[in-house]
């Protein structure tokens, strides 16, 4: 079997990695012995085994460390040493979770874990609890810190910044598996994206494709840097979390590539889910009284952005078709949320080319103003 036919290896979260990691520091807290590997209960039944990558057993604290592998996911987290530090705590005091050095500290309403908590969420919490109470029994009382080398570093390249995450990672996981690209971790910060805006009682956001497109829909309406939401490829994924959690407007951003592909009912505009037609944008041209030599220019064109210079050149308003069909396809999503929908469409230099203004799903079209 060549490479490519090979199935895509699945991974661990790092949530999964620091239960490992805190189940065998527990055990070398309480015996003096670190098992290795060591054994885990995921959310669904399974129980994967982890070798450790460091010990440490103190006078009254032990240490133990998992390297997180996310298989064949491009996860940034990829090779995280996952390390807990783990200590008895007050009688009565239950389990509590600190950050080290490299986990994040949330500081904003609207994330999974309120302002002042470390940024180890919901699921991971309940692993590490399920994990020390199999070493433990009805000892329950503990200090569990997990922290994370270089995990600072690791974080430059999240949206933990932007979402009010400061420090470091985010211990993350559902179900405790990385899908290999699932884009779990993306799908998570728009996610957390949405909430904090609505957190913080913000009435607009915007999706963006990409830098240059969030960039100029932030200038077009003046939006604080927390209305914007990087979604990536994933308009789909983000307008369905919309539905049910929204807000009252929403702006979907995007350069003439993607917003043509979600114009022609691509509602994830990544280049492997597909390319963008270039005869139906001739066709679309047709439709708004483009020349038939225009228009075979446009459907012959190297790529989407000569075709817009084409049909810019010539006079013919390519972009606003696409941003209001590019709305047809975003706004039936949305349905019968009480939300507002403009689309932007943006050429490579941030320069407005399209725009299907703000109305919800089944209202007519009204004019173009802002």
């Known amino acids: 079997m060549s490479d490519d036919e090979r199935p895509l290896r699945r991974g661990w979260t790092t949530g999964t990695c620091s239960a490992a990691a805190a189940k065998a520091a527990c055990a070398a807290l309480i015996t003096g012995d670190f098992p290795d590997p060591v054994e885990v209960t995921l959310p669904g039944g399974q129980r994967p085994s982890f070798a450790l990558a460091r010990t440490e057993l103190r006078d009254n604290e032990a240490v133990a460390a998992v390297i997180k ?81 270089d995990g600072e570093k690791m974080a430059l390249r999240t949206l933990n910044g932007r979402l009010g995450v400061v420090g470091g990672i985010s211990v993350l996981g559902t179900t405790g598996i990385v899908v290999p690209y699932s884009c779990s971790a993306w799908i998570h910060s728009i996610h957390r994206g949405i909430d904090v805006a609505r957190a913080a009682g913000l009435d607009h956001v915007s999706g963006a494709t990409g830098a240059v497109s969030e960039a100029a829909a932030q200038k077009y309406h003046g939006l604080p840097e927390l209305a914007l939401i990087d979604m990536g490829d994933f308009v789909g994924g983000m307008l369905k979390y919309l539905r049910v959690h929204p807000v009252p407007r929403v702006t979907v951003a995007g350069g003439v590539a993607k917003m043509t592909k979600l114009a022609q009912g691509m509602l994830d505009v990544h280049s492997a889910r597909g390319a963008a037609d270039l005869t139906a944008l001739a066709e679309m041209a047709l439709g708004i009284g483009a020349d038939g030599d225009v228009a075979e220019r446009i459907g012959t ?15 013919i308003a390519l972009g606003e078709v696409v941003a209001e069909k590019a709305w047809l396809t975003a706004a039936s999503v949305l349905r019968d949320a009480d939300i507002e929908l403009e689309i932007l469409v943006f050429d490579r230099l941030g320069e407005l080319a399209g725009r299907a203004p703000f109305r919800r799903h089944g209202a007519p079209r009204p004019l173009n103003r802002r």
């Not at 600190?98 to 940024?119: F, H, I, N, Y």
């Open 69 to 149: 592998d996310a298989g064949d996911d491009p996860d940034v987290t990829h090779g995280a040493v996952m390390t807990a530090t783990v200590r008895r705590g007050a009688t009565g005091s239950g389990i509590t979770f600190l950050a080290g050095p490299g986990v994040g500290t949330v500081t904003r309403p609207g994330l999974p874990m309120p302002p002042g908590e470390p940024s180890i969420n919901p699921v991971p919490r309940r692993m590490i609890a399920q994990a020390i109470a199999e070493i433990a029994g009805d000892e329950s009382d503990f200090e569990v810190e997990i922290s994370v080398p």
């Open 301 to 315: 064109a190297n790529n989407v952005a000569e075709a817009f210079e084409i049909a810019r050149s010539s006079n």
